[in-house]
């Protein structure tokens, strides 16, 4: 099973940007898809942005897009999640996961880290 830690969340002015990074053992890590969520108070977990294996192929949710990039560096297990232009309602504790694909969709793993806060002030 894949371990994960996140890092890199903090505060930051509106326009800022941040880069999340998540670390990951277990030396199958690389054979496996991995994604960013978040979770907003009072609010449901959300997918981010995810990537496949290799780091050839990745999604973003219509919120971030264009704003956010996810990459991988499989020599060091480490996923990041670079934010530029953040916005207040960007606002969240941002979690990494392994995962799989299905159907087309990104299924993450029940198996997630201490997630790192990211705090947007207007």
């Known amino acids: 099973q894949v371990q994960l830690v996140e890092s890199g969340g903090g505060l930051v002015q509106a326009g800022g940007s941040l880069r999340l990074s998540c670390a990951a053992s277990g030396r199958t890590y690389v054979t496996y898809p991995m994604g960013w969520f978040r979770q907003a108070p009072g609010k449901e977990r959300e997918i981010v942005a995810h990537?496949?294996?290799?780091?050839?192929?990745?999604y973003y949710s219509d919120s971030v897009k264009g704003r956010f990039t996810i990459s991988r560096d499989n020599a060091k297990n480490t996923v990041y999640l670079q934010m530029n232009s953040l916005k207040p309602e960007d606002t969240a504790v941002y979690y990494c996961?392994?995962?799989?694909?299905?159907?087309?969709?990104?299924?993450?793993?029940?198996?997630w880290g201490q997630g790192t806060q990211v705090t947007v002030s207007s």
């Open positions: 990537i496949n294996p290799s780091g050839a192929n990745t």
């Open positions: 996961s392994s995962g799989y694909y299905s159907g087309g969709y990104y299924q993450p793993y029940n198996n």
